[in-house]
Structures are given as structure tokens and as C-alpha cells.
């Protein structure tokens, strides 16, 4: 079972992966690199739906959350679609406003970067 799993997850990686998703790695870049975190954070960004429903089948919905909420969650760019995420894959009952913030931290970084 754990090694069909693994199989899996490298082929939503690999698939990723063609779909030039990993632009910013090395192109000798493989799955035995990379960790779960950043393969779930990368697919929720720019995976499509059939890899949406794949990447939750494969980590389960508590890890897939987790890594939404460090990853996406506060990132402005990303509101419209956290908000499909949050109703459609993690059934709460939210508003658009509840991805709204006032301060965000990666806009706190940029702020203090242009200072």
C-alpha cells in the first residue's frame, strides 16, 4: 500500500514536472529531492483539478490544510481560489471576506524591504 502511495506521489510529480511547474529547480531536479511539503504547496498553487483531487488523496485532508494554511492562505494573489479551495475541498462554510486581511505577512516583508 505505502509503496503504491510513493509511486503516486512521484507520478504527480513528474506530471507537474512536464507541465513546467518546477521552472525555478534544476531540471535534474527529481522527486527523491523535493519535500511533501513543497510537492503540496506547488500543486495547490498550479495543479489542475484532477491534481487537486489526486494531491488529497494522496496526503489527506488535515496535511493538504495544513500546508494550505502556511502556504496560501494569507497571500492576497490567491484569495479567489482559496476560497474555491476552502468550500469545494475542505467543506467550510466561508465568505470571500474571510481571506481578506488587512496586513498580511508577506506584505509586512515587502514593506520592510522598501524601507
Known sequence: METNKLKNRAELFDKLKSKGV???YAKSISYADFSDA???????????????????LLYGKTRVK???KEKLVEDQRFQKF???L????????????YFVRSKSARFE???????
Not at 40 to 48: A, N, P, R, S, V
Not at 86 to 97: K, Q, Y
Not at 109 to 115: G, P
Open 86 to 97: 476552502a468550500r469545494v475541498f475542505l467543506g467550510m462554510d466561508v465568505e470571500s471576506n
Open 38 to 56: 513543497v510537492l503540496c504547496e506547488y500543486t495547490l498553487k498550479y495543479g489542475d483539478f484532477e491534481d487537486l483531487k489526486n494531491l488529497f
Open 82 to 84: 482559496n476560497l474555491f
Open 22 to 24: 518546477f521552472w525555478s
Open 66 to 68: 495544513n500546508v494550505w
Open 109 to 115: 516583508k515587502f514593506r520592510l524591504l522598501a524601507s
